[in-house]
T-cell receptor, first 112, second 113 residues
Framework: DAKTTQPPSMDCAEGRAANLPCNHS???????VYWYRQIHSQGPQYIIH???NNETNEMASLIITEDRKSSTLILPHATLRDTAVYYCIVKGHQTGANNLFFGTGTRLTVIP | SQTIHQWPATLVQPVGSPLSLECTVEGTSNPNLYWYRQAAGRGLQLLFY??????ISSEVPQNLSASRPQDRQFILSSKKLLLSDSGFYLC????????????FGEGSRLTVL
């Protein structure tokens, strides 16, 4: 089921930008890229999603390469509260069952 | 604004005992509802989803069941728990079927001894 590849862990200094990569080389034309994060012992939190254009919201920016085979989630000024597991997911907007596949993600540790 | 609550937050149950986890959503109508399970150190596994009252779809065979007695209520049950049922159970909702934006509850941590 895994359609994405992420590094298992990353560190980032507090206040610096955290850049989390994701490879999705088999993404199809109608599939979106979604990002979620899960802070320890909490439910996952939706962050952002995009199709082919770069997206930005109050939490993060999503940069998708022109060929759509990879993307990067950017947390512009990481804080200690951003320490979490970040999941990159590809999914089409077809009707029917939700089929978000949460793999093992990237464990981001923000260091003081 | 929409909120989702699930309870209990933590429970310890003996093997063979029953289980009931509840989830309610407020501030929206006709949500799509989901139950996920997360084993220690693993990703999330979709167990059940529901697009309406009384409509339940199961994603994996197991000794768990789900029910949706009201529009914004979703219940996960078991008649006899197994050790392998231990895990972190998460309820979630979305505005429509197939949506990629899910909103999760706080989770219920179940330990079966």
């Amino acid at each position: 089921d895994a359609k994405t590849t992420q590094p298992p862990s990353m560190d980032c200094a507090e206040g610096r930008a955290a850049n989390l990569p994701c490879n999705h080389s088999t993404i199809s034309g109608n599939e979106y890229v979604y990002w979620y994060r899960q802070i320890h012992s909490q439910g996952p939190q939706y962050i952002i999603h995009g199709l082919k254009n770069n997206e930005t919201n109050e939490m993060a920016s999503l940069i998708i390469t022109e060929d759509r085979k990879s993307s990067t989630l950017i947390l512009p000024h990481a804080t200690l509260r951003d320490t979490a597991v970040y999941y990159c997911i590809v999914k089409g907007h077809q009707t029917g069952a939700n089929n978000l596949f949460f793999g093992t993600g990237t464990r981001l540790t923000v260091i003081p | 604004s929409q909120t989702i609550h699930q309870w209990p937050a933590t429970l310890v149950q003996p093997v063979g005992s029953p289980l009931s986890l509840e989830c309610t959503v407020e501030g929206t109508s006709n949500p799509n509802l989901y139950w996920y399970r997360q084993a220690a150190g693993r990703g999330l596994q979709l167990l059940f989803y529901s697009v309406g009252i009384g409509q339940i779809s199961s994603e994996v065979p197991q000794n768990l069941s789900a029910s949706r007695p009201q529009d914004r209520q979703f219940i996960l049950s078991s008649k006899k728990l197994l050790l392998s049922d231990s895990g972190f159970y998460l309820c979630a909702w979305s505005a429509r079927a197939g949506a990629g934006e899910l909103f999760f509850g706080e989770g219920s941590r179940l330990t079966v001894l």
